[in-house]
Nanobody, 124 residues
Framework: QVQLVDSGGGSVHTGGSLRLSCAASGYMYSSYLMGWFRQAPGKEREGVAVIDSLGNTRYSDSVKGRFTISKDNAKNTLYLQMNSLKPEDTAMYYC??????????????????WGQGTQVTVSS
């Protein structure tokens, strides 16, 4: 039974920073990728960042250069460092784990496990 618990969301002003965390427990396929998705009201859930077992990372164009995904294997924890936040980053953010197709697809169809979501709000 795999469980992902994400946290660290909050409210910040434009230009601020937040670090999201995702604690993983239970068995997970070693080949699974991990990543972050976000969903704003009225919008489709979109992939934000993905990290593979070797630590290679990919980002959506909208966050590249501002967000950094990382993981601490010893703590079984995934992170998303978000800098230079913009109002358009406002969304519910979800930790995710899934099969290798997630690397390219950024699609929910590639996700096997989800965190419960943590809200990020960026205002001016």
């Amino acid at each position: 039974q795999v469980q992902l618990v994400d946290s660290g969301g909050g409210s910040v002003h434009t230009g601020g920073s937040l670090r999201l965390s995702c604690a993983a427990s239970g068995y997970m396929y070693s080949s699974y990728l991990m990543g972050w998705f976000r969903q704003a009201p009225g919008k489709e859930r979109e992939g934000v960042a993905v990290i593979d077992s070797l630590g290679n990372t990919r980002y959506s164009d909208s966050v590249k250069g501002r967000f950094t995904i990382s993981k601490d294997n010893a703590k079984n924890t995934l992170y998303l460092q978000m800098n230079s936040l913009k109002p358009e980053d406002t969304a519910m953010y979800y930790c995710a784990a899934g099969r290798s197709s997630l690397w390219v697809s950024f699609s929910h169809r590639s996700v096997a496990y989800w965190g419960q979501g943590t809200q990020v709000t960026v205002s001016s």
